[in-house]
């Protein structure tokens, strides 16, 4: 059962995919051992994906603390470099993407545009890693004889309810988090999952290490929750144009005082910003004598 | 523990004849109180609503008494909902028609003014917060005050260069700003959230804590002075209840509040979904770490500022010392003995180093965690210092040899209370320091350069102090990580805080 399906003709019986989630680098199923299934807009299934649960809520969001400090101490000219090969790896399986898209309704001139368009946003955030704390980080000339700064330094880790928008918007919500030296657990629980698994695959082969992005399918009202409550997620980014679910999932991050940033967009087009990564900063001050 | 409790472990403690406030001696500071006479206080304060001052609806008043005699000073107007109505709808009005109406340059010029009859009227303002909330007119002279004033001078400033605001956009400022402050740092409160605030083009509805409010209320009367349109400041005064209707009011845009993690996290329970901005400073538990190749005796000044600073009623204090193991008996003895030389008492003594505690609640409060800390194991240190009869006071006290479960390590004191750990590595120290929920400040103390950058930049806190503690300025941002807050006041950061970046064309 898969994508490739409407491709499978002739004598050869395709191997079809599996959709695994992605968490810590690796493809596990769900602990849970339940599985949902995607549909093509007339309603044929067309795959099975792992339903998650709370429990693989809590291992991935170990996954991403277990990475955050790494992740965040590697260079900015690294993590650039990283992102970029995202982009490149992306742009490499074109093809692939564009006929998942295609599955989940899109045209083809629909897909080929949402799949450059990511492969452009990637780009675009690659090359933010260097230059985003140098536009908005200061020394501040206070009245006394301290040398003073403020920098941004990445919240953490950070919840990710990925939109609707199947790549586009994820790859929009996902590049300025991990761009800013932030983790991520991405919950993907919109109607075409099947491009979050693959992008996976994607993350997988773009050296990004093990842990910093990881990707859950499954049921909103099951997994949300659980994220949101997490006392060791610092962070969420929720994507949906339902005031409702942005606002349960901000009672549950009070317990942590969690930030929270929303992001109504259906149409993710012109989603693209510095501020979409300093909303996911803290701004730490220091202050030093000078003096002998 | 007892008043007279000498210095365990290293003897009685030491005297340090000429320092000591002990007249017995007759080597004690004579006294040196800050004269109040040509201070005016009315025995009456109502709202500042819309402009002009006016009773509660309903006449309903409370007392505001000083902390050092237990003295009442003022009766002073309770809001109630219906006078936060009035002052919200003031504000809305001024917002709409006036405020934002206003070119910036001009805005700007009424921040000006106020930023410099807060200077004019300095000395009276800083008796005033002395009288009414127990710091040394020492502190309120030298920081509150002046700080306060800098925080007008500093936003007027960007009142007509919001475009630089935000790199490639464009500014909007926010509309309504409801705001609650503490009793800590009334007057300086007041500034940090009301300078931004106007400066940025929003109109405000204040209300200063309950224990404190005449420092905001002659606040309001310099701004009626300095001719600000009616509606631009409304200050309420009143209690939980009245902080509550302010930050909930349906009409406020934006919330402000700074006071505890608890009713931080009530407040943003109150408004998911909202969608509406909101910054929150909250509590703090900060780690001072002090390693072995620090300058010792800079350090101890710089862990007695850090606790001791305003009775350690301060969101950022320094209440967790840390000192690596090698150095922990050197640095202890010598905090013991410059502890000893501090002096506790009348708040307008020019020789004060520490006040009275804000009122008699917060004493109790205190006085159960020093009790706490020692049904806990911890071992107490107080020093010796003479105390007034009345008022409230709580000498200079240190918890030495507490564990990381105890209460007086985890939680917030808000008092001159001081949790002494130890710690062998590097490491150790920063996963001490950041072994809290809080995330507000941290000090570190070394000669090393690279050492103290590293530490700074691996503890999870939004201010770090290095080689110093308890700094303040208008143009360095202030706010916490994690339970300390949301958002930052001060500098660029704290401009963000009352506006939004213009949407993308």
């Known amino acids: 059962m898969s994508e490739q399906r409407s491709t499978a003709e002739a004598d050869r019986l395709p191997v079809l995919k599996t959709h695994k989630v992605y968490v810590g680098g690796k493809f596990p199923r769900s602990e849970s051992g339940r599985f949902d299934r995607a549909f093509a807009p007339d309603g044929t299934p067309i795959a099975n994906i792992c339903r998650c649960s709370r429990k693989d809520v809590r291992d991935a969001v170990t996954a991403a603390r277990a990475a955050q400090a790494g992740w965040a101490a590697r260079t900015a000219y690294n993590r650039g470099q990283i992102l970029y090969r995202i982009a490149e790896m992306l742009e490499g399986r074109s093809a692939q993407f564009e006929a998942l898209l295609a599955a989940g309704g899109a045209t083809s001139r629909e897909a080929a545009a949402e799949v450059q368009a990511a492969v452009d946003r990637l780009l675009h955030y690659a090359g933010w890693t260097d230059k985003f704390q140098q536009v908005f980080s200061s020394v501040n000339p206070v009245a006394t004889s301290h040398f003073n700064f403020s920098i941004l330094e990445p919240m953490g880790v950070v919840g990710v309810l990925a939109p609707e928008s199947p790549l586009l918007g994820l790859v929009s919500s996902i590049a300025p988090a991990i761009a800013g030296g932030n983790t991520t657990v991405v919950l993907v629980t919109g109607g075409q999952p099947l491009p979050a698994t693959t992008f996976g695959e994607v993350l997988n082969s773009s050296d990004v290490p093990g842990g910093v992005v990881n990707i859950l399918t499954g049921r909103r009202d099951e997994m949300l929750a659980p994220l949101a409550g997490h006392r060791d997620v610092d962070a969420l980014l929720l994507c949906s144009p339902d005031p409702d679910v942005a606002r349960s999932a901000e009672i549950e991050a009070v317990h942590n005082l969690k930030r929270v940033a929303v992001r109504p967009h259906e149409d993710w087009t ?20 000078i003096g002998s | 523990m007892t008043d007279s409790t000498p210095a365990t472990g290293h003897g009685a403690p030491k005297l340090r004849l000429g320092l000591r406030n002990d007249n017995d001696d007759g080597w004690g500071y004579a006294p040196a109180p800050e004269s109040t006479d040509h201070v005016e206080l009315r025995d009456r304060y109502g709202l500042f609503i819309d402009g002009e001052f006016t009773d509660a609806k309903g006449g309903r008043t409370f007392e505001t008494a000083n902390p050092a005699t237990e003295e009442k000073i003022a009766d002073v107007a309770l809001a109630s909902d219906a006078d936060v109505d009035a002052a919200v709808a003031a504000a809305r009005r001024a917002y709409d028609e006036v405020w934002s109406q206003l070119a910036p340059r001009e805005r700007g010029k009424y921040v000006y003014r106020i930023a410099r009859v807060l200077q004019e009227r300095g000395r009276e303002l800083a008796i005033t917060e002395s009288l009414d909330g127990g710091k040394p007119i020492r502190e309120s002279r030298d920081v509150d005050i002046p700080l306060a004033a800098a925080h007008f001078f500093y936003y007027a400033g960007w009142a007509d260069k919001l475009d630089y605001a935000f790199p490639g956009r464009g500014a909007r400022s926010l509309g309504v700003a409801g705001q ?87 407040i943003r329970r109150a408004l998911a979904g909202s969608g509406k901005h909101y910054t929150l400073e909250l509590g703090g538990k900060a780690a001072n770490l002090v390693f072995e190749d620090a300058a010792v005796d800079q350090a101890v000044e710089g862990i007695v500022n850090g606790i001791f600073f305003n009775q350690g009623h301060v969101c950022c204090a320094g209440s967790r010392l840390l000192v690596q193991e090698s150095v922990a008996d050197e640095v202890i003895s010598k905090l013991k003995d410059r502890m000893e030389t501090l002096i506790v008492g009348d708040p307008l003594d020019k020789n004060t180093d520490i006040g009275a505690i804000n009122s008699r609640a917060q004493l109790d409060r205190i006085e159960e965690y020093l009790k706490i800390g020692e049904e806990e194991g911890a071992e107490p240190f107080q020093t010796s210092c003479p105390v007034p009869d009345r008022g409230y006071w709580c000498r200079p006290t240190l918890f030495l040899h507490a564990a990381q479960s105890h209460r007086v390590v985890q939680e917030e004191i808000f008092g001159p209370v001081l949790a002494v750990q130890t710690f062998r590595t590097v490491d150790e120290g920063i996963a001490m320091a950041n072994n809290t929920p809080y995330g507000l400040s941290g000090g570190v103390w070394s000669d090393k350069g690279a050492k103290a950058f590293r530490v700074t930049s691996r503890i999870r806190a939004g201010v770090l102090w290095a080689n110093t503690y308890n700094k303040f300025d208008p143009t360095a941002p202030f706010g916490g990580y994690k339970e300390s807050g949301i958002g930052r006041e001060g500098g660029l950061a704290g401009l963000h805080a009352y506006l939004q970046p213009e949407e993308a064309a």
């Open chain 2, 180 to 266: 609650v402050i503490p009793w800590n740092f009334p007057l300086l409160m007041a500034a940090w959230k009301i300078a931004p605030a106007i400066a940025a083009g929003n109109t405000v509805v204040l209300k200063p804590a309950e224990t404190t409010p005449l420092t905001a209320l002659k606040l309001a009367e310099i701004i009626q002075d300095a001719g600000v349109p009616p509606g631009v400041v409304n200050i309420v005064t009143g209690a939980g209840e009245t902080g509550a209707a302010v930050v909930q009011h349906e009409d406020v845009d934006k919330v402000a509040f700074t006071g505890s993690t608890e009713v931080g996290k009530l």
């Open chain 1, 270 to 289: 012109d989603v693209q910003s510095p501020y979409e990564i300093t909303d996911l900063q803290e701004v730490k001050t220091t202050w030093h004598p």
